[in-house]
């Protein structure tokens, strides 16, 4: 009996795969037509994207009726070429009535990053992790152009973290506020598991320095702690034990952000984020994050005007436009697209992350974004064809 079951694992490991490939082959085709724009693309793996790419392979979404999306083509922005070469095919080079033809053609619009490249990390000569002149990037005039003409179409729009920060003008960062009813406060942040600079060399030099300027040329800290950066390159560091109970920031998700996207009630999130302020009069909030804050991170917070509590996914899906935003790189998480030519491999997302782990975000994607945007996708196909 033993030996039968000895010899039933390799048929196991190999068979469960192969069937559940067939199955995705087997899974009809679905046109949706994505403009989707990323000016952070450094190089051919698309990591600014690469999560909803994933969701598209994963549930035959097609650009065409039979095409389907290509990670490193599909895209408006920045293009990586062989030896410091680029190409830019942003929305830049197209004229109004250009801009006006693709947001009739185009089901939706979803805006990854607009950060864009530096010098410093295009070209090999550059220290990674000190500033530089940009070489491509922010919102621009024709992003807002194109922005307007899918909300007057009542097309759905989703952007998320770096689509208005830095570098983007403050004149077009107002029109986008504008157009979407939601303020950005100027602040971004991001939890580091060590803030000993000696130790966690993932610390920007940057920061640092910014921080040392303004505070005698001190830097204390040596434990983990949540950063926060503002427009004017003020620091904000709460660090553990002495303005944060857990540095680790968690999204909560609200009772309908749990009903209608599949959210879970309570996420970590390790990475880059922004402070955002929505007109609650016009949006909804989904999911918030919220910090486990001491007395003194309250007075530190409080000191910058810094909100203890603020959005992670803002909403608004009216009969006058449909618009989503993201309060974090909720698009870049360490994922292959390899595993989207599964279906049903969610059921296996356990050996893909160990939650243990704070710094992992592979659980991020697997638990939260993979459910929610999903469901969007679903719900605009069915949108799409009682409305079109």
Request: proline residues 5%.
């Given at each position: ?55 598209l392979n994963h549930n035959r979404y097609t650009k065409t009726t039979d095409k389907p999306y290509n990670i490193n083509k599909d895209y ?291 638990n939260f974004y993979k459910p929610m945007l999903t469901q969007i996708l679903e719900n605009e196909m069915e949108f799409a064809k009682n409305?079109?």
């Open positions: 009996m033993a030996k039968k079951i000895f010899r039933l694992i390799p048929i196991l490991v190999l068979g469960i795969p192969f069937i559940m490939w067939v199955a995705w082959l087997a899974t009809p085709k679905k046109k949706l037509v994505i403009a989707l724009v990323d000016k952070t693309v450094l190089t051919s793996k698309g990591q600014e994207h690469i999560s909803l790419s994933w969701i408006f922005g920045f293009f990586p070429l062989k030896n410091e070469e680029f190409q830019l095919k942003g929305l830049e080079r197209f004229t109004h009535d250009q801009l006006k033809k693709l947001s009739v053609d185009a089901d939706m619009a979803y805006f990854t990053d607009t950060y864009g490249i530096y010098n410093n990390e295009w070209y090999k000569k550059g220290d990674i992790n000190a500033r530089s002149g940009m070489l491509y990037g922010g919102l621009s005039n024709e992003d807002i152009s194109f922005l307007k003409a899918m909300k007057n179409r009542h097309k759905l729009i989703i952007t998320e973290f770096n689509t208005i920060g830095s570098p983007t003008r403050s004149e077009n960062r107002k029109k986008f506020e504008e157009l979407f009813q939601l303020k950005w406060t100027g602040w971004t942040g991001r939890y580091f598991d060590n803030l000993d600079p000696t130790i966690n060399l993932e610390i920007p030099n940057w920061l640092i320095a910014n921080y040392k300027r303004s505070h005698n040329g001190a830097w204390p800290f040596t434990r983990a702690g949540l950063v926060f950066v503002n427009d004017s390159d003020q620091v904000v560091i709460l660090e553990e034990g002495q303005h944060v109970e857990n540095a680790l920031p968690f999204i909560y998700a609200t009772p309908e952000g749990q009903a209608n996207w599949h959210l879970p009630e309570k996420t970590k999130y390790p990475f880059w984020f922004d402070v955002m302020v929505p007109n609650l009069e016009v949006n909804s909030v989904d999911a918030s994050f919220q910090l486990s804050l001491l007395p003194e991170g309250k007075k530190e917070l409080a000191k910058y005007n810094i909100p203890e509590t603020f959005p992670a996914v803002t909403r608004h899906l009216g009969d006058d436009y449909r618009f989503f935003y993201f309060s974090g790189d909720f698009s870049d998480n360490p994922i292959t697209l390899n595993s989207s030519y599964f279906k049903g491999v969610g059921f296996f997302k356990g050996f893909f992350f160990d939650d243990r782990d704070p710094l992992e975000r592979s659980s991020f994607f697997w409305n079109y």
